[in-house]
């Protein structure tokens, strides 16, 4: 073996080691996009208005209030980040449910302080057979809940009908299932100033408010003229709460009281926050992919590479006999340094990421179709094997670099212009182009060297 | 060296004819893409996407009917299997999708909804202007690193070659009426990579039997190329197009268009390599020879 030989021998053997070792074992190490695990990807326009126009600080707000709302969701590694001056880019993996994650993430905090006109008791909970002893009690019990519910119902239309014949007037509702009747807005959320979590003098878990200057006149004769009874505090439409009013308040401060529990007043604090921002939003593009279609796309481009492959693989042995060993171990070195190179810059890999690894399987072998053609002429020109090898390599090095490096040109452009989708294709395009490259120059010359020098290529390539 | 040119396919002596044809092909599919445009999907018009699984078999007909039951009697549906059908909606409103999703599920109790993609009309646009931004980058690239490793004219011829590739498959896509997407974006430039790969191929050989000029002749120039070439030119062909099949046929519904594309790309791109640059390089040099 000469030293140049020695030389690539340990390149290659310090590549694929260094590759094996960062691919094995595969199982969780490659990042998979949402269109292979499932899960939803939103992209949110934030849209300023006359009395709320667009600011960083207000974007950066916003995609504060969306983590609060994502968190709150229970979400896990969920991605959300800024893109340009005013979109917002959500990704939801796993969500099994991509209309509600889109409820939740679309919707406009906004809140309001509201008079309450007028409200209908809480919903009792549903009758339970288990707390009756016995079918005729308990079917009792059901239809008092029937009738509750009924009586319930027929309010909350007459209470809609009455909100939609006065001006400014909406019914609301509660999670505890109260309906609301709800006069004009007092204070809206855009003159809150803050609003924190903290304890009464008695130890109880409290949401102080504290409203800006016009906020604290609006809410000063909003709570004079209502001493006795609710005022609403109403975000994206429902009642968050509706504390009495104890005394007018006056001077920008107060304070919501209730059964909090110190969580249910760290998030009640955090959604007024939340709302004391109200930029709209609206949905740009929404993609969401269900987990099953996601596993089945990744067993489909599993089948479809692995057969790909094996058809490849077949037509370089059938056509090229030995040469074509070498070919097919060099492609497998192809694919194996393709994925360490995935795994090393955490790539994602989204379902057109397959696709290009699938292409890059068949033009993988280029490479090599490109250098054994080559070989055969010199050989057929009448040079030794070991000459027409070195020939051969030499000349199908310069064709190779320049078709490869327009490819590289392409996917590089794809990069930078495409987005989602586009880029994992790309990305792996241009890792496949490296990677093959790679194993045609170096892991197929190798192998070659080995084999002239077993004298197994004569028999190969026939002289004319 | 040989002072005649040796090849077994004459190829150039058809390269009036070639190129008729290739011109043909791509006036045919202009004429359909002013005509008929292209069916572009929601990624660039904007609407909703909806992909369905049914638990059990259902006609494509019967699932027309109750989408125009909401009004969206318009949506093109396309069943991929017995059981799962894509709709198409322009419409990009969360409602339209939401109705039809409840009439479905009113009909229907094994309705599941596997895939679902809305986008609005600024994303388009968005898009359509980003993809042509690529294209015409990808262009200028590729254009200026031939010209540097070859000459001005390979460079023109590639383009042309390329553009040739990329237009026909266009047409093709429009005379069918297949949809495009973002990913036929993808495959579209991977087709001019392809187009291109293939082309260097042979003009890379040109350059090398350039030497040979004035005893081959430029037509023996151009056919001994080809046919060196030829060999490479059509296993490559091969070993691109086995992958690209099994994932038309195996790969599922998501990505059968731009599987579809690729292998039209890949026919076209091996005739193309072998034709269309080598043809126009070779009446190139004959009208006005270069001085050497």
């Known amino acids: 073996m000469l030293r140049k030989d020695r030389w690539r021998l340990t390149l290659v053997a310090v590549v694929v080691i260094a590759a094996l070792a960062s691919v094995f074992p595969i199982k969780g190490r490659i990042n998979l996009g949402l269109d292979l695990k499932g899960g939803a990807h939103i992209v949110l326009q934030a849209k300023g208005t006359e009395e709320n126009p667009l600011t960083g600080d207000s974007v950066e707000r916003l995609l504060a209030v969306l983590r609060n709302r994502v968190d709150q969701y229970g979400v896990s590694e969920p991605l959300i980040q800024r893109e340009g001056q005013d979109r917002v880019i959500v990704d939801l993996p796993g969500v099994e449910n991509p209309e509600q994650a889109l409820e939740l993430i679309g919707k406009t905090a906004l809140l309001e302080f509201r008079q309450v006109v007028q409200a209908t008791s809480a919903l009792p909970p549903r009758a339970q057979r288990e707390n009756y002893d016995s079918d005729e009690e308990y079917q009792a019990a059901v239809s008092r809940w029937n009738k509750v519910k009924t009586d319930r119902d027929d309010l909350e239309s007459r209470l809609r009908s009455e909100a939609s014949s006065e001006a400014g007037a909406v019914v609301g509702s509660d999670e505890a299932g109260r309906i609301y009747l709800l006069g004009p807005v007092y204070v809206g959320g855009k003159d809150l100033k803050d609003a924190k979590a903290t304890y009464d003098n008695l130890g109880r878990p409290v949401v102080s408010l504290e409203f800006n200057d016009d906020g604290a006149k609006l809410f000063d004769s909003a709570t004079a003229e209502n001493v006795g009874s609710q005022i609403a505090i109403v975000l994206d439409g429902m009642v968050v709460s509706a504390p009495v009013v104890q005394e007018r308040i006056s001077g920008g401060a107060a304070q919501i009281s209730g059964r909090f529990t110190p969580e249910e007043a760290r998030n009640l604090a955090i959604m007024l926050r939340a709302g004391a921002l109200p930029v709209p939003v609206e949905v740009l593009e929404n993609r969401s992919v269900g987990p099953t279609l996601g596993a089945d796309s990744i067993n489909s481009g599993l089948k479809a590479g692995l057969i790909g492959c094996a058809l490849v693989i077949l037509f370089m042995l059938l056509y090229y006999r030995i040469l074509g060993i070498a070919a097919d171990i060099a492609l497998s070195v192809t694919i194996l340094i393709l994925f360490a190179l995935l795994i090393s810059f955490k790539a994602t890999l989204t379902l057109p990421g397959i696709a290009g690894i699938i292409l890059t399987i068949g033009m993988a072998v280029d490479g090599n179709i490109l250098i054994f053609e080559r070989i055969k002429e010199e050989y057929r020109d009448g040079k030794t094997p070991f000459a027409s090898l070195d020939s051969g390599f030499k000349k199908a090095f310069k064709t190779i670099l320049d078709a490869n490096v327009t490819t590289l040109i392409a996917a590089a452009v794809l990069y930078y212009f495409g987005s989602g989708p586009i880029r994992g294709f790309a990305l792996t395009l241009a890792f496949g182009i490296v990677a093959s490259v790679f194993s045609a120059v170096l892991v197929t010359r190798v192998l070659l060297q080995v084999m002239v020098s077993h004298n197994s290529i004569p028999s190969l390539a026939r002289r004319k | ?292």
């Open chain 2, 1 to 292: 060296m040989n002072k005649t040119a040796e090849y077994r396919f004459n190829f150039m002596a058809f390269r009036k004819k070639a190129m008729f044809l290739s011109v043909v092909l791509i006036l045919v599919s202009l004429g359909s893409l002013f005509s008929r445009g292209l069916n572009l999907g929601i990624d660039f018009t904007g609407g909703n996407l909806v992909q369905l699984e049914f638990g059990s078999p259902v006609e494509v007909g019967e699932v027309r009917d109750v989408l125009a039951g909401v009004g969206q009697g318009k949506a093109v549906i396309q069943a991929y299997s017995d059981k799962g059908v894509i709709i198409r909606m322009k419409a990009d409103e969360e409602d339209a999708r939401r109705d039809v999703l409840e009439a479905l599920k009113a009909k229907y109790d094994s309705v599941q909804v596997l895939r679902f993609e809305k986008v609005g009309p600024v994303v388009g646009d968005q898009l359509r202007k980003e993809a042509f931004i690529a294209l015409g980058l990808a262009l200028v690239g590729i254009l200026i690193y031939i010209t540097v490793r070859f000459q001005f004219r390979f460079a023109v011829v590639s383009v042309l070659a390329l553009l040739h590739d990329s237009i026909i498959t266009l047409g093709i896509f429009s005379i069918m009426g297949r949809e495009i997407s973002v990913t036929f974006i993808a495959a579209i430039l991977t087709i001019v990579g392809y187009s291109l790969n293939d082309t260097i191929v042979v003009l890379d050989r040109v350059r090398e039997n350039w030497k040979h000029l004035r005893g081959w002749g430029i037509d023996g120039l151009f056919n001994v190329s080809v046919n060196q070439t030829l060999s490479r030119t059509i296993n490559t062909s091969l070993t691109t197009f086995l992958p690209v099949l099994a994932f038309y046929i195996w790969g599922g519904p998501v990505l059968a268009n731009f599987s579809f594309a690729l292998m039209i790309g890949i026919i076209v791109g091996t005739y193309s390599s072998i034709y269309v640059a080598s043809s126009i390089l070779d009446e190139w040099f004959t009208k006005s020879p270069v001085k050497q």
